[in-house]
């Protein structure tokens, strides 16, 4: 029997209420299975930089953790993320499950978007054509992606409600670009509709996207899931598109939607083709065939450790080389808040429960480096997290009330808790007292700070010295349903222990239904910090500093409050570079960042978070692996260069529930190019421990031939990119638009005639008159280079007339 026999024959065995119930999660992380007729349960599992599994946001089976969403965009390289793609799945199947639910393909509107890290680029072509990498190693291997939010999701702020207003040409030209690559050339088995509305209405219910764009124009056949609990309708998300409602149980749909067929609103035709396409899903997965029960692994294998220190390695991004790298040998110091901390993904839904983490100082002493280390400054946007054990008593209410339900222990003061809890404790309805003792261990005013999804407040010795109870209020933690961190300071003494209690209390949350807390510990570094930095940086040959941000900033919930680097690590810089001219910053971001004190360093590299290998990866470039990576983001000299910095709120962060897209097409280069104020970096840019030369320009038909000479005395590699310039248009179009690159290793002295072929669709633009893509007759340039603004190869591209259907 065929794949679409045997589905359509076991949906057509279905009661309506059978059906109805695939429509549905059963709990936050699988469909309901239907025993009657065999049918077991389809299983999910985030997210973008690997497989988180079953379990809570914290503290789940571990999994191997793959660089983040803009390391994967400064590869540039899709073959290797047809190869992560690949060992993502077999890291999904570690877990048991059928479906990731990744890649993240939002674009880089602004600098500041919580979620920036996650994403691959401010480009579309870039992101679309990774996009379609990643997707197919994955389902290459049976299990199915699904790519997310679709659409309009470019910021963390009023994240569930707000209304991104994007015209549809720019819509079409930019944020629909990697979707509809996905679909149409990588076949992706699953969708995500974002959490934000889009022109006003839901995504989640938006019957233009999901009907006539994502199934009508692109001829979409999968499946399109909510966000978690992102859908709020019943009527409206079934007619409009939407076949899951997600995380379960169902809010809107089973009996309600049941009710809903029967007075006519919803047709139990439509019901049909949506539990369709569920078990289509399923078919693809193997989840028809799976009847194992949940099981999750640890599979810690060499080949992804192997895998992952290389892609951190092409990732990284050499901004400025002053000679001073690679690294030859002399007295090294490693100084930075990030240098004995693995920084190594964002924060939110992507975070995993890591094998391990490989800290940029410990990838150096394993390679052999002799180091003198000090901290710097503090980096985190919260105070550390207290460590445990801590004892946690939980009561089945909310008032702390009578004797406990349950006893449990917590590795440290946070937690992230939904569904049922040890002993049936409800995660939306408890109260706990979690309980430790804390040995200071130096002398000191120490800061204690809380933040909590839920009522809480925090005892020392007895004495209440933070609470978030009756003056708890909504702030942006834990996907903005937590209130801000709230600080007491404390004197404490030396081998002083203080016994540190902590009550909380879940609340009834508006959007996103868990309850979560973290209370933080710690003595702020000061001056002493940035002294002893700056003699250990003075008595080295060479300074490598370990700088940026962490998860707490580059998170999922919040966006960032702008792009200077967090605390006081731009003064440790100056500082430390007043005393020693060989000073290399190591950034680790999820984004762009100013850097005023650029002209004081010999060399900057980007890392990102590149996952579990990070400090590997990072010892292997700073020792001479060649920096693989190339800017998939503008970096503007300054914030107020980016596109969302005008003096209009509605712009960027939004007003009264709107965020305007004004700019249209022009964000990332698109705009630098129409202000003309040069970036800090520009698109594409990255240096190479050799030398690259680009010569020989040809023009065939629509096929573009060059040269790349490595010119420099060792091997190397380097992006060719080729950007289209438009001829005089009915509309304002960039002045340039990558359309083609390509990723090109060559050994020292080698030389390769590269062709990168273009089609019709690179030289139009969106006609929302003629719904097509409208292509006008011409003279069209190309430019080929190394970066958006290095580009000395130039020729012509003559092009007919055409219209392209959507
Ligand atoms: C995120 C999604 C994620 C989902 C499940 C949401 O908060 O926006 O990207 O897949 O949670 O964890």
Redesign the pocket.
């Given at each position: 029997m065929t794949q679409i026999a045997r589905i359509t024959n076991l949906v057509d065995a279905m009661t309506l209420a059978e059906q109805v119930s695939l429509l549905s999660g059963a709990d936050f992380w699988s469909l309901p299975a239907i025993e009657r007729l065999n049918v077991p349960k389809l299983r999910v599992t985030?997210?973008p930089n690997g497989a988180r599994g079953g379990g809570s946001?914290i503290g789940g089976v571990k999994s191997a953790a793959f660089p983040v969403g803009i390391a994967l965009g400064a590869t540039w390289n899709p073959d290797l993320l047809r190869e992560i793609g690949g060992a993502l799945a077999e890291e999904v199947k570690s877990k048991g499950a059928h479906v990731l639910?990744?890649p993240?393909v939002n674009i880089q509107r602004s600098q500041t978007n919580g979620r920036n890290f996650e994403c691959y680029s401010e480009d579309p072509i870039l992101t679309a054509e990774l996009a379609i990498s990643y997707i197919t190693g994955l389902q290459a291997q049976g299990v199915a992606a699904?790519i997310?939010?679709f659409v309009g999701?470019e910021s963390e702020i009023e994240r569930t409600s707000i209304s991104s207003e994007i015209d549809e040409r720019s819509l079409r030209e930019v944020y629909l670009v990697p979707f509809e690559a996905a679909v149409k050339r990588a076949n992706t088995w699953a969708v995500?509709s974002s959490?934000n509305r889009l022109g006003g209405i839901f995504t989640s219910e938006h019957a233009w996207l999901l009907n006539t764009v994502l199934r009508g124009d692109w001829g979409f056949d999968g499946v399109v899931m909510s966000?978690?609990f992102?859908s709020h309708s019943t009527v409206e998300t079934v007619n409009a598109g939407l076949d899951l409602e997600?995380?379960g149980p169902t809010r809107d749909r089973g009996a309600k939607l049941i009710a809903a067929v029967e007075a006519g609103e919803v047709s139990a035709e439509l019901v049909r083709e949506r539990a369709l396409n569920v078990l289509r899903l399923m078919a693809r997965t193997g989840a028809l065939e799976d009847h194992s029960e949940w099981a999750e692994r640890a599979d810690d294998r060499p080949e992804h450790r192997a895998l992952i220190r290389r892609a951190g390695a092409e990732a990284a991004v050499l901004l400025k080389n002053d000679g001073v790298l690679p690294l030859v040998g002399g007295k090294l110091a490693v100084i930075g808040p990030n240098a004995k901390v693995a920084q190594i993904m964002g924060g939110?839904?992507?975070q995993l429960n890591a094998h391990y983490r490989v800290t940029p100082y410990d990838g150096l002493v394993a390679a052999g480096v002799a180091v003198e280390y000090a901290y710097g400054c503090d980096i985190g946007k919260f105070q550390p997290v207290l460590p445990g054990p801590l004892k946690m008593e939980m009561f089945f209410n909310r008032e702390l009330a009578g004797q406990p339900a349950a006893v449990d222990e917590l590795p440290e003061a946070t937690g992230f808790w939904f569904g049922p809890l040890k002993g049936g404790v409800d995660a939306a309805h408890f109260s706990a007292r979690i309980s430790t003792r804390f040995e200071a261990t130096a002398t000191g005013v120490w800061r204690l700070g809380l933040r909590a999804a839920g009522l809480a407040r925090v005892f020392v010795d007895g004495v209440d010295v933070v609470e978030a109870w009756q003056s708890w209020s909504r702030g942006t933690t834990f996907?903005e349903e937590g209130c801000d961190e709230v600080l007491a300071d404390l004197p404490m003494l030396a081998g002083q222990s203080y016994d540190i209690v902590i009550e909380f209390a879940s609340k009834a949350s508006d959007t996103?239904a868990f309850s979560a807390l973290a209370v933080g510990l710690g003595l702020p570094s000061g001056d002493a910090e940035i002294a002893e930095a700056v003699a250990v940086a003075a008595r080295a040959d060479v300074a490598v500093l370990f700088v940026g941000r962490d998860a707490s900033w580059d998170t999922?919930g919040a966006d960032l409050p702008g792009i200077t680097l967090p605390g006081r690590q731009a003064e440790l810089i100056a500082a430390v570079a007043a005393v020693n001219p060989n000073i290399v910053v190591v950034l680790q971001t999820g984004g762009p960042v100013e850097m005023p004190w650029l002209g004081e360093v010999a060399a900057v590299l980007q890392a990102w978070y590149p996952g579990q290998e990070a400090g590997n990866a990072i010892a292997d470039v700073l020792l001479g692996t060649e920096p693989g990576g190339r800017l998939p983001q503008t970096f503007p000299a300054r914030w107020s260069d980016g596109v969302t910095q005008t003096q209009d709120p509605e712009i960027y962060p939004g007003l009264d529930g709107r965020v305007r897209y004004e700019e249209g097409v022009f964000i990332g280069y698109r705009h630098a190019d129409l202000i003309g104020v040069p970036p800090l970096f520009p698109f594409g840019f990255g240096l190479s421990y050799t030398r690259f030369e680009l010569a020989d320009l040809t023009v065939d038909g629509t096929e573009v031939s060059v040269t790349l000479r490595n010119v420099g005395d060792r091997s190397g590699s380097t992006v060719v990119q080729l950007y289209v310039t438009p001829v005089a248009s009915a509309v304002a179009r960039p002045a340039r638009e990558l359309k083609a690159f390509a990723k090109v290793a060559l050994a020292a002295g080698a030389e390769r005639r590269l062709v990168l072929g273009l089609t019709a669709r690179d030289f139009a633009w969106f006609c929302v008159e003629r719904r097509a893509w409208v292509v006008e007759a011409g003279r069209y340039g190309v430019e080929v280079g190394q970066s958006a603004l290095d580009l000395p190869l130039k020729g012509v591209v003559t092009v007919a007339a055409a219209v392209l259907a959507v």
């Open positions: 985030d997210g946001l639910l990744a993240t699904t997310k939010h999701n995500m959490y966000d978690w992102g997600m995380p939110g839904s992507a996907f996103l999922e």
